[in-house]
């Protein structure tokens, strides 16, 4: 860590800089700083004057190493099978809504953490601030929301892994969240191959009935 910040001048990219400062977290066993370090680049990537496409791999890392690793791993914490609504009551508050990657800390209450992820994901489409004049704006808005529609599946998937009898049967809020991503951008990016990762959640017949809307 002391070579990066004595040779910062030769990382002419923050993401890569950043990228190498959490690996190196991560091999000396330190999650919490490790997630801050990610969380500090996806707060940064939601502004529209600095989002980059090409982070999706970052957010994913990122969601897989709190809701995968850090909070059932290390903090013993058991996700119920009501967890989406719980979520969801707390994306409506005011402190939901505000979200937006905020450090953490070893102290912090699992569920804090996890609702700290979770709207700070869905804010990612929620609070968008562009100039509506501007076609780019536009464009990069649009990527945005794809983004977060894709980062807040894989946050379904992670939870889903380690939770007995998660719903995703049809109607459920990680079926309807599906629903709702094809429905706003299938005319706008490859909505097939960006789902076929998380068809794993349904049965048959509902990954069907999903296939068949796309048609």
Excluded at 191 to 208: G, H, R, T
Aim: proline share 3%.
């Amino acid at each position: 860590m002391d070579f990066i910040e004595l040779k910062a001048e030769f990382f002419s990219d923050k993401n890569e800089r950043q990228s190498i400062e959490a690996d190196l977290y991560m091999q000396s066993k330190n999650p919490v700083l490790t997630i801050n370090v990610y969380f500090n680049m996806l707060r940064i990537n939601s502004h529209v004057n600095h989002f980059q496409e090409s982070m999706w791999d970052t957010y994913k890392t990122c969601v897989r190493l709190v809701l995968h690793d850090f909070l059932p791993k290390l903090k013993n914490y058991e996700y119920k099978n009501n967890i989406d609504y719980y979520l969801s009551q707390q994306s409506e508050t005011a402190k939901g809504q505000g979200h937006n990657f905020e450090p953490i800390t070893f102290e912090d209450r699992a569920e804090s953490i996890l609702v700290n992820l979770v709207c700070s994901v869905k804010n990612l489409r929620k609070n968008i601030v562009i100039d509506p004049n501007s076609r780019k704006h536009q464009e990069i808005a649009q990527k945005m929301k794809r983004m977060s529609y894709l980062s807040e599946l894989e946050c379904k998937l992670c939870i889903a892994v380690n939770c007995k009898n998660y719903p995703t049967y049809e109607s459920s809020s990680t079926f309807n969240l599906v629903y709702e991503y094809l429905e706003q951008s299938f005319d706008k990016a490859d909505v097939v191959s960006d789902i076929i990762p998380y068809l794993q959640l349904f049965s048959s017949d509902e990954a069907q009935s999903l296939r068949e809307k796309v048609r």
